[in-house]
């Protein structure tokens, strides 16, 4: 079964630090991962796919498939970046769907 | 950039009462898909469908619930007959293909009173 897990639910940094936000998945096969992120009161926007490897905002993710972990990086967090991240993963099934880490809320304290 | 849009903003409806959640998906769009968020709580998966049919679905999704795509623009979400509990947002995603991201709307934040 596809299942990710966020151990965080809240993770507070000072601006200017580094920060990771951690997620781990269980699949069979091999999944796309994304971060997705929600400002407040916005809606969930992509944030970053494990495919196309690029840096948006500052973040970066790689995919650790020996350790089936996909972690949200950034060397220098910035208050803007306060929000919940969520962790997501597709399978390449028919009918997929997209299944949702818990989320961490990220606080950056200025 | 398209945009997937819902209407309305807010629904406020009374316990028993059937409520119409709508969503105009991007047009290029095959999968579309909803989903809701308690307040405070995680996104959880309601239904998955393409090519006119219900292709996954969640435990949530029980018989109060419904889709429908009644035009090939419109792609709307029913509740017959509200619970307290159905009190959320719901979310509204499409995609255009397998492998391709989910673009969200905005949402529908629905108080069941």
């Known amino acids: 079964a596809q299942r990710v897990t966020q151990p965080e639910k809240l993770l507070s940094v000072f601006k200017g630090a580094p920060v990771e936000l951690k997620c781990n998945y269980s699949?069979?096969?091999?999944?796309?991962l994304f971060w997705y992120v929600q400002y407040s009161r916005q809606r969930l926007q992509l944030l970053l796919r494990?495919?196309s490897r690029e840096s948006i905002k500052g973040f970066t993710a790689d995919l650790n498939k020996g350790e089936t972990s996909f972690h949200l990086k950034k060397p220098f967090a910035q208050e803007e970046d306060s929000a919940m991240y969520y962790c997501?993963?597709?399978?390449?099934?028919?009918?997929?769907?997209?299944?949702f880490g818990p989320g961490t809320r990220l606080s950056v304290l200025p | 950039e398209p945009e997937v849009t819902q209407t309305p903003s807010h629904q406020v409806t009374q316990m028993g009462q059937e409520v119409i959640l709508r969503c105009v998906p991007i047009?290029?769009?095959?999968?579309f898909y909803w989903y809701r968020q308690i307040l405070g709580q995680k996104v959880e998966f309601l239904v998955s469908?393409?090519?006119?049919?219900?292709?996954?679905k969640s435990e949530i999704f029980d018989d109060q619930f419904s889709v429908e795509r009644p035009d090939g623009s419109n792609f709307t979400l029913k509740i017959r007959s509200t619970k307290l509990e159905d009190s959320a947002m719901y979310f509204c995603?499409?995609?255009?293909?397998?492998?391709?991201?989910?673009?969200f709307g905005n949402g529908t934040r629905l108080t069941v009173t």
């Open positions: 997501a993963l597709s399978g390449h099934n028919y009918g997929q769907n997209f299944v």
């Open positions: 699949y069979s096969g091999s999944p796309e």
């Open positions: 494990h495919i």
């Open positions: 047009s290029n769009h095959l999968y």
């Open positions: 469908f393409y090519n006119n049919e219900i292709s996954e």
């Open positions: 995603a499409s995609m255009h293909g397998t492998n391709s991201p989910l673009h």
